[in-house]
């Protein structure tokens, strides 16, 4: 049987809150600002660190036609750098993403970590690209930012899902 080292195993950073744990929001141009700085703020005022990782430097250009800045890009962030990823709604946004193969390793190689996945809107689609369905264990997927919420959340709280049977199909 496999046993656990005190101070080094990850079960005991288990503290069903997201205080303290990092989390990437992955988008592109044509993002939904309102659902971004919604679970944004969300995640802030839980304490969480949050940075929007885009599908290119620099500021992106949300639907409302807002800048959204962001840390870095897909390119230049890798989601071991990050305890969860949180893909917001747009059309536009969802499309860019979809495109990027770089985007999609981010997402799957977060899942095959057993890290939490949250999407809303049309980041459900990218997910489903991405082979990650609503009913993986750590997954919160929902039409609306606000329904997102409180489920994605609760799973970035738990920091892993090792019940997670697909993870090692993942290719990432």
Avoid: C
Wanted: charged letters at 20%; hydrophobic letters at 45%.
């Amino acid at each position: 049987s496999v046993g656990t080292t005190k101070g080094l195993s990850q079960l005991e950073t288990i503290k069903d809150t997201p205080e303290g744990r990092k989390i990437a929001i992955l988008a592109g141009d044509g993002v939904d600002a309102a659902g971004l700085k919604a679970m944004q703020d969300a995640l802030l005022n839980a304490k969480a660190i949050v940075e929007v990782v885009g599908t290119h430097q620099g500021a992106l250009k949300a639907a409302d036609g807002s800048d959204v800045p962001t840390m870095f890009s897909v390119l230049t962030a890798k989601s071991v750098m990050y305890d969860a990823v949180y893909v917001p709604g747009g059309a536009d946004s969802i499309a860019a993403l979809t495109s990027s193969a770089d985007a999609l390793h981010f997402v799957q190689e977060a899942f095959k970590h057993y890290k939490p996945i949250g999407a809303a809107g049309e980041g459900g689609d990218f997910l489903d690209k991405a082979a990650i369905k609503a009913d993986d264990p750590g997954v919160a997927i929902a039409d609306t930012g606000a329904a997102a919420t409180d489920p994605f959340l609760a799973a970035v709280g738990k920091h892993r899902f090792w019940d997670r049977t697909r993870a090692s199909l993942m290719p990432a």
